[in-house]
């Protein structure tokens, strides 16, 4: 069979384009080094040189993940709720890249490129939450983790099909009254009598 000629950065890309194909296909643990360099017509031997390994691989993957996330996230704004939808609309668009994100046992977690992306995540999800409004005096220590943990939490549901039927086609959509519950609290408060008054 005719080889590919591959300039290095090419062929890395097209390694990389091709994990997460097969990764969207059938999660990571169906990828192996052989099938990609099966699919990128080239020897098992490249991708080694690539990436040494399968976690190698991940870990690449996982970096990307974390540069495209904090784009995403980045090109949002200032609003915890545009903040929510960007990162559930990036859960369901980069779907392969999310499920290796949060398998760190899948990847080399502590490597300084992923280190380095996923705080750069982190700051443009937590600038986000910064702003998290409220209503009843200073903001809870944990209201970025609740506000993290609901965003993040609808995502996972919605790529395992697990949500209600009837939230419509388009995930951001179905996420935004649900990310506003963070904001309802006070209203509730108010409404009950319970968040003081005159």
């Known amino acids: 069979m005719a080889r590919q000629t ?5 062929l890395r890309r097209a390694f990389l384009d091709a994990a997460v194909e097969v990764i969207g296909e059938s ?10 360099a099966r699919r990128a017509g080239v020897s098992h031997a ?25 784009d995403a996230l980045g090109r949002a704004g200032d609003e915890l709720l545009d903040v929510g939808v960007a990162y559930v609309d990036f859960a369901v668009t980069h779907r392969a890249h999310f499920e290796v994100m949060f398998q760190p046992s899948l990847y080399h977690a502590d490597a300084p490129e992923v280190r380095a992306a996923r705080e750069r995540a982190g ?14 005096g200073p903001a809870s220590p944990h209201a970025p983790v609740a506000a993290w943990s609901i965003v993040h939490g609808f995502a996972t549901l919605w790529l395992a099909g697990a949500l209600p039927e009837g939230l419509g086609d388009d995930p951001g959509a179905a996420a935004r009254p649900v990310i506003e519950l963070l904001f309802d609290r006070g209203d509730r408060g108010d409404r009950d009598g319970s968040g003081g008054g005159d």
């Open 27 to 36: 999660g990571p643990g169906a990828m192996s080094l052989r099938e990609l």
């Open 123 to 136: 700051r443009a999800l937590a600038g986000g939450l910064a702003r998290m409004p409220s209503r009843r």
């Open 6 to 10: 591959y300039h290095h950065g090419d």
């Open 46 to 70: 490249a991708s080694q040189h690539h990436f040494g390994d399968k976690a190698g691989l991940l870990t690449a993957v996982a970096c990307q993940g974390y540069e495209l996330l904090a």
